[in-house]
Nanobody, 124 residues
């Protein structure tokens, strides 16, 4: 089992930055692949970024590539999502998810554990 808690969301303006954190407790975190997803009102959950257990494999959605950076600190059981140059279309609830598997995954169905989400709102 692993418990995930996201933090760092908020209300910002276009062009601003935010750093989201996903803190995990439970089993050995370095064996977890972690993904970030987001869901805007009325839309399906969308892949944002993913990272393998030791950080060697990383994927990004095309819509965030070059603006967002995923990283992890396994000594702190935490995965981060640095979001720069934010746009109004980045507005959503952001969720982190984890699965005890090697590699990194872009599909929400690949993940077994989810956090409660943190709201990110970007005003124009």
């Amino acid at each position: 089992q692993v418990q995930l808690v996201e933090s760092g969301g908020g209300l910002v303006q276009t062009g601003d930055s935010l750093r989201l954190s996903c803190a995990a407790s439970g089993r050995i975190f370095s064996t977890c692949a972690v993904g970030w997803f987001r869901q805007a009102p009325g839309k399906e959950r969308q892949f944002v970024a993913a990272i393998s257990g030791r950080g060697g494999t990383i994927y990004y959605a095309d819509s965030v590539k070059g603006r967002f950076t995923i990283s992890r600190d396994n000594t702190k059981n935490t995965v981060y999502l640095q979001m720069n140059s934010l746009k109004p279309e980045d507005t959503a609830v952001y969720y982190c998810a984890a699965v005890f598997r090697l590699g990194a995954y872009t599909g929400p169905d690949e993940y077994d554990y989810w956090g409660q989400g943190t709201q990110v709102t970007v005003s124009s």
